[in-house]
């Protein structure tokens, strides 16, 4: 039994939920997001809640279970509230600025890299060395993040780089005389 998958999923006030054609659509005050539904789960929108339960007692049906209750409640989640991550940049010369739907970062190559921010995310930079991620979508939020997070990952002697806000980053000692 899945202990994630039991729990129903709260529907606030203000959030509409509708399942049609296998797909759940759920809209909230941010936006609207949409689920393509499994076959071997059933969902069904109970008043104020959301329950997701296997169809059938397979193996399969057990495994997707708990995650797709997941995936609805981050429907929920985005739509009400809406997910954030924080990207900080370490290293000298090293800095972002958001310029309209582009982010231009210099990382110490010979070229400053311009990414193209997609539609339904929104990156701010409060700082020369803090980038924002927002958007209602968990998936394309982190997406995002781990895109831009790639043009340079820190590394283990200095700590330069771009890491996630929280990350800890594990240093090496440097080269013995």
Known sequence: MSRIGKKPVAIPSGVTADI???????KGPKG????????????????????????????????????????VSNLVTGVTEGYTKV???TGVGYRAT????????????SHDVDYAVPAGIEIKTPDNTTVQ???????KVGQVA??????????PYKGKGIKYRGEFIFRKEGKKK
Not at 104 to 109: D, P, T
């Open 20 to 26: 049609a054609n296998g797909v759940l659509t759920v």
């Open 32 to 71: 609207t997001l949409t689920l393509t539904l499994r076959d071997e789960i059933s969902y069904t929108v109970d008043g104020d809640t959301i329950l997701v339960k296997p169809a059938n007692d397979t193996k399969q049906a057990r495994a997707f279970w708990g995650m797709q209750r997941t995936l």
């Open 87 to 89: 990207l900080e940049i």
């Open 98 to 109: 958001a310029q309209g739907t582009n982010l231009k970062l210099q990382l110490g190559y």
């Open 133 to 139: 991620i927002s958007g209602i979508d968990k998936q």
């Open 146 to 155: 781990a895109e831009i997070r790639r043009w340079r990952k820190p590394e």
